[in-house]
């Protein structure tokens, strides 16, 4: 079946620092990525996502490259503030699963001033 | 474009207790998903619906959780009776129809169900 590992947390890192949040997967087929963020009291809010091999998807300065040889997809950014606290979830979609999103375990991230 | 609502944000109950949560999705959004996030752990999903009909409930524990979404719209999601490790933040999705599998759901803010 479907998984997806991510690092553990928490992660605690000061401002403009440079932030590495680890995911891999295992999947039939050829899934789309995702990282999704939940702030504090809200939802899960989509981040950016690959929907192939190479893809890079970036959004509010996060990157993650889909690497089907490694079957990763790490989260990065340059440089962390202190409102990108929040917890940062993996997911992969596969084509067979009816738009179904299997998530990781989650990455807690807070940065301090 | 208005989210997808959920009520009630909290729900404090006993075991053995009844307790239901509902769920408004963006407007013409044909597919509701209802995901169990457990505190540490990343969304389970329970059920998957598309217009009224289910596509996918292998994951939820049909001796005492049960849902529905009448006339396609609206979902209701009812467990009975509860236990200690129902406790978990229950969260409603939904998507278009039409788009493909590789795009985003749209997340509700979820009810946090405590169970003592």
């Known amino acids: 079946g479907n998984s997806v590992t991510q690092m553990e947390g928490p992660v605690t890192l000061s401002e403009e620092a440079f932030l590495t949040i680890n995911c891999t997967y295992t999947?039939?087929?050829?899934?789309?990525l995702f990282w999704y963020v939940q702030y504090p009291g809200e939802g899960l809010q989509l981040l950016l996502k690959?929907?192939?091999?190479?893809d890079k998807g970036s959004n509010k300065g996060f990157e993650a490259t889909y690497r089907k040889e490694t079957t990763s997809f790490h989260l990065e950014k340059g440089s962390v503030q202190v409102s990108d606290s929040a917890v940062y979830f993996c997911?992969?979609?596969?084509?067979?699963?009816?738009?179904?999103?299997?998530f990781g375990s989650g990455t807690q991230l807070t940065v301090l001033p | 474009e208005a989210g997808v609502a959920q009520s009630p944000r909290y729900k404090i109950i006993e075991k053995r207790q009844s307790v239901a949560f509902w769920c408004n999705p963006i407007?013409?959004?044909?597919?509701l998903y209802w995901y169990q996030q457990i505190l540490g752990q990343g969304p389970k999903l329970l059920i998957q619906?598309?217009?009224?009909?289910?596509?996918?409930d292998s994951q939820l524990p049909k001796d005492r959780f049960s849902a529905e979404r009448l006339k396609g719209v609206d979902s209701t999601l009812k467990i009975q009776p509860a236990k200690l490790e129902d406790s978990a933040v229950y969260l409603c999705?939904?998507?278009?129809?039409?788009?493909?599998?590789?795009?985003?759901?749209?997340f509700g803010n979820g009810t946090r169900l405590t169970v003592t």
């Open positions: 999705a939904s998507s278009p129809l039409r788009e493909s599998y590789n795009s985003p759901l749209h």
């Open positions: 999947a039939t087929g050829y899934p789309s």
């Open positions: 690959a929907t192939k091999a190479d």
């Open positions: 997911a992969l979609s596969d084509s067979g699963s009816a738009r179904q999103l299997t």
């Open positions: 407007s013409g959004h044909a597919t």
């Open positions: 619906f598309q217009n009224n009909g289910v596509v996918d």
